[in-house]
Nanobody
Framework: QVQLVESGGGLVQAGESLRLSCAASGSIFSINAMAWYRQAPGKQRELVAVITSGTSTNYADSVKGRFTISRDNAKNMAYLQMNRLKPEDTAVYYC??????????????WGQGTQVTVSS
């Protein structure tokens, strides 16, 4: 079994920064892509940023230039640095990882989510 645990959420004012962390643990052979999603009240979950095992990245247009995704493969960690936060960034943020649990078997896991609230 694999667990993803997010941390770093909280309440900040517009223009401030937060750094989210995602720790993966359990029966992990390796991790392919890792990603951050978010879901605001009444809205569908959306992709915020993704990073491959080779550290290529992609971002939602709404966060480009403000958010940076990174990872530490040795620690099975992913991070989301969020700068110049806006009220519309308010959401529950979820970590997602494509985990190779053994050669030839990849399973997608989700964390439980961490709340980010940005006040105006």
């Amino acid at each position: 079994q694999v667990q993803l645990v997010e941390s770093g959420g909280g309440l900040v004012q517009a223009g401030e920064s937060l750094r989210l962390s995602c720790a993966a643990s359990g029966s992990i052979f390796s991790i392919n892509a890792m990603a951050w999603y978010r879901q605001a009240p009444g809205k569908q979950r959306e992709l915020v940023a993704v990073i491959t095992s080779g550290t290529s990245t992609n971002y939602a247009d709404s966060v480009k230039g403000r958010f940076t995704i990174s990872r530490d493969n040795a620690k099975n960690m992913a991070y989301l640095q969020m700068n110049r936060l806006k009220p519309e960034d308010t959401a529950v943020y979820y970590c997602n990882a494509d985990v190779v649990i053994r050669i030839g078997i990849t399973v997608t896991y989700w964390g439980q989510g961490t709340q980010v609230t940005v006040s105006s």
